[in-house]
């Protein structure tokens, strides 16, 4: 098929006043010009494939020598959100002022979380109680020009350095609080917690000092962990009952001595031993690591007994043997791998804690992975007197204004002996008489005149919150021991007679269920006595 020459001769001159208004190559506008002259087609159509080939070079040529002048002179580096480094560069740039050029805000309700630095003018109202979070959806971009890749890490390590620096009046507490989103997205929520002083943390006599020495000679130990072929790592659980102080002396600890805190507690839901290793993996050098009632890893001992309460062969439902129940989904295996394998990262403390020190394996309390367990019991005489001064410090308590300040600090002493000669050693932990001294307004006086009622109640208070758990116990094992189907237990309690005054054990009515399970046999009614 032949193509009209003037035709051609259009398309060339068009394309060669457009490349000259365009691009102003008048050089090459006149070169296609030329062509259309020869009314030569092929000769037109080589030299459109030679130029369009010269200008494909070019930019190839061009792209190449970009990335090779970015690949010499410029380094990427990227910081994920949930990794500590990204807290060291999110500090140091907020430090720097950077996010003050920030046009995208989330407002959040201030939680102590980040500090973004940003206030929207000086003294600008209500900025006390949110806090502007520049967006954070896509990577913020920031460069830095050097020619040597050194400086990268120089950068990096000035980052961290400032960011322990500035947490010296604080301790930084990572904590994994939401689902796992990907990759490095496990330390997700990070609080400063206001250093606790360690003499706030009363114990008995010298076991403070013995934990802090102990950690401080494995920081400082950490040659010889290496010459002597030792994971650099350490492993401390604390047990005893709630509220004794347990978790107030990691933190007291981690404060003194400078260490971040990542902690994660096995009772989540979305913890199992995937996370838990990828958690455990990203704790930086010197740091603590807490996991929180370790004991929900295995199952519990009435779990057990209940479950196997008619023996080992008993069976549950449809034949099936029972399971022992555990309330997490980490295995007993996922954590001991993960237990071991801290000491890949050198300098881990490894603190767990417990309410129920017979729950956990043996595996598990084996040297080298708890090197040191610590037993936190209920109050003692003298720390309930240790507990009383500092709740009522001579400097800050009022008694009566003719009093001198050594009438005032024996006065209180000799109130704080009173007080604690009141409770009865070891029944109560510390947390409850905190709770009991902070309803007493910052009066001593009325702290040891009520004491006597306050323990009372107390004691009464448990003693019928035992004797109901003995009672459902008691009734989930009747339950148990009876393979055919079980009566429903209804207590007989005439309306003249108060619950208290009824016998728990013996006055019941067995009346069985409306419907009997399937395959259950005809069960006749009885009554206990
Ligand atoms: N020995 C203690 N010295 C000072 N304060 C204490 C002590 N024990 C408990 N407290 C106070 O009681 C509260 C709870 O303490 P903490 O969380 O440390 O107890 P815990 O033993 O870790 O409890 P749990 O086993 O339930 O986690 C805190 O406010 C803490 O100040």
Redesign the pocket.
């Given at each position: 098929m032949e193509v009209p020459t003037q035709d051609v001769g259009t398309l060339s001159s068009l394309t060669s006043s457009l490349l000259a208004r365009i691009m102003s190559f008048s050089f090459l506008a006149s070169w296609i010009q030329q062509s259309s002259n020869s009314q030569s087609y092929v000769f037109d159509t080589a030299k459109l494939f030679f130029l369009g080939t010269l200008v494909e070079a070019g930019r190839r040529f061009l792209q190449w020598l970009a990335e090779r002048v970015r690949f010499q002179y410029s380094v990427t580096a990227h910081f994920t959100e949930g990794d500590p480094a990204y807290e060291w560069i999110v500090m140091f740039l907020t430090e720097e002022n950077i996010w003050k050029r920030s046009r995208d805000f989330h407002i959040n309700a201030k939680s102590s979380t980040r500090r973004w630095g940003i206030t929207l003018g000086e003294n600008a109202p209500g900025s006390d109680h949110v806090d502007f979070v520049p967006t954070y959806e896509l990577p913020h971009l920031f460069r830095i020009y050097t020619l040597n890749v050194k400086d990268l890490q120089e950068f990096v390590e000035e980052a961290r350095v400032r960011y322990i620096e500035h947490g010296r009046s604080s301790v930084i507490l990572h904590s994994a609080s939401q689902p796992n989103f990907g990759p490095g997205f496990v330390w997700s929520s990070v609080k400063r917690k206001l250093r606790r002083p360690m003499d706030?943390?009363?114990?008995e006599e010298g076991m403070l000092d013995s934990i802090v020495q102990d950690a401080k000679d494995f920081i400082e130990m950490e040659d010889w962990y290496i010459e002597a072929g030792i994971p650099h790592r350490r492993g401390y659980l604390l047990h005893?009952?709630?509220?004794?102080?347990?978790?107030?002396?990691i933190h007291a600890l981690a404060g003194e001595l400078g260490l971040e805190i990542f902690s994660l507690s096995l009772s989540a839901g979305f913890v199992d031993d995937a996370f838990l290793q990828q958690a455990s993996s990203t704790i930086p050098k010197k740091a603590i690591f807490l996991i929180?009632d370790i004991d929900c890893a295995f199952a519990s001992r009435e779990d057990d007994e209940t479950n196997t309460s008619g023996g080992a062969s008993s069976n549950g439902f449809l034949g099936l043997p029972f399971m022992p129940l555990r309330r997490s989904n980490v295995t007993l295996s996922g954590l001991l791998n993960v237990i071991d394998g801290i000491g890949s990262e050198e300098g881990v403390l490894f603190f767990a804690?417990t309410?129920h020190i017979n729950r956990l394996d043996p595996a598990l309390l084996r040297p080298g992975r708890i090197d040191r367990k610590i037993e936190?019991k209920l109050t003692t005489a003298a720390?309930a007197t240790a507990?009383f001064s500092r709740f009522f410090p001579a400097a800050r308590t009022t008694l009566g204004k003719e009093s001198t300040e050594s009438d005032k600090a024996a006065r209180l002493q000799e109130l704080a002996v009173r007080f604690a000669s009141r409770i009865p050693e070891h029944k109560f932990?510390?947390?409850e008489l905190?709770g009991y001294l902070l309803s007493c307004k910052g009066s001593p006086e009325d702290a040891v005149s009520g004491i006597d009622l306050w323990v009372q109640q107390e004691l009464d208070d448990r003693r019928s919150r035992q004797a109901k758990e003995s009672d459902a116990a008691q009734l989930s094992s009747t339950m148990h021991d009876h393979q055919e189907p079980q009566p429903v237990l209804a207590p007989v309690v005439s309306p003249s007679t108060s619950q208290s005054s009824v016998s728990r054990k013996t006055r019941a009515v067995l009346t069985p269920p409306s419907t009997p399970p399937l395959g259950a046999k005809e069960h006749v009614p009885f009554t206990a006595q």
């Amino acid at each position: 098929m032949e193509v009209p020459t003037q035709d051609v001769g259009t398309l060339s001159s068009l394309t060669s006043s457009l490349l000259a208004r365009i691009m102003s190559f008048s050089f090459l506008a006149s070169w296609i010009q030329q062509s259309s002259n020869s009314q030569s087609y092929v000769f037109d159509t080589a030299k459109l494939f030679f130029l369009g080939t010269l200008v494909e070079a070019g930019r190839r040529f061009l792209q190449w020598l970009a990335e090779r002048v970015r690949f010499q002179y410029s380094v990427t580096a990227h910081f994920t959100e949930g990794d500590p480094a990204y807290e060291w560069i999110v500090m140091f740039l907020t430090e720097e002022n950077i996010w003050k050029r920030s046009r995208d805000f989330h407002i959040n309700a201030k939680s102590s979380t980040r500090r973004w630095g940003i206030t929207l003018g000086e003294n600008a109202p209500g900025s006390d109680h949110v806090d502007f979070v520049p967006t954070y959806e896509l990577p913020h971009l920031f460069r830095i020009y050097t020619l040597n890749v050194k400086d990268l890490q120089e950068f990096v390590e000035e980052a961290r350095v400032r960011y322990i620096e500035h947490g010296r009046s604080s301790v930084i507490l990572h904590s994994a609080s939401q689902p796992n989103f990907g990759p490095g997205f496990v330390w997700s929520s990070v609080k400063r917690k206001l250093r606790r002083p360690m003499d706030s943390i009363i114990l008995e006599e010298g076991m403070l000092d013995s934990i802090v020495q102990d950690a401080k000679d494995f920081i400082e130990m950490e040659d010889w962990y290496i010459e002597a072929g030792i994971p650099h790592r350490r492993g401390y659980l604390l047990h005893g009952p709630p509220g004794t102080g347990k978790t107030s002396t990691i933190h007291a600890l981690a404060g003194e001595l400078g260490l971040e805190i990542f902690s994660l507690s096995l009772s989540a839901g979305f913890v199992d031993d995937a996370f838990l290793q990828q958690a455990s993996s990203t704790i930086p050098k010197k740091a603590i690591f807490l996991i929180e009632d370790i004991d929900c890893a295995f199952a519990s001992r009435e779990d057990d007994e209940t479950n196997t309460s008619g023996g080992a062969s008993s069976n549950g439902f449809l034949g099936l043997p029972f399971m022992p129940l555990r309330r997490s989904n980490v295995t007993l295996s996922g954590l001991l791998n993960v237990i071991d394998g801290i000491g890949s990262e050198e300098g881990v403390l490894f603190f767990a804690t417990t309410n129920h020190i017979n729950r956990l394996d043996p595996a598990l309390l084996r040297p080298g992975r708890i090197d040191r367990k610590i037993e936190y019991k209920l109050t003692t005489a003298a720390q309930a007197t240790a507990l009383f001064s500092r709740f009522f410090p001579a400097a800050r308590t009022t008694l009566g204004k003719e009093s001198t300040e050594s009438d005032k600090a024996a006065r209180l002493q000799e109130l704080a002996v009173r007080f604690a000669s009141r409770i009865p050693e070891h029944k109560f932990s510390t947390a409850e008489l905190q709770g009991y001294l902070l309803s007493c307004k910052g009066s001593p006086e009325d702290a040891v005149s009520g004491i006597d009622l306050w323990v009372q109640q107390e004691l009464d208070d448990r003693r019928s919150r035992q004797a109901k758990e003995s009672d459902a116990a008691q009734l989930s094992s009747t339950m148990h021991d009876h393979q055919e189907p079980q009566p429903v237990l209804a207590p007989v309690v005439s309306p003249s007679t108060s619950q208290s005054s009824v016998s728990r054990k013996t006055r019941a009515v067995l009346t069985p269920p409306s419907t009997p399970p399937l395959g259950a046999k005809e069960h006749v009614p009885f009554t206990a006595q």
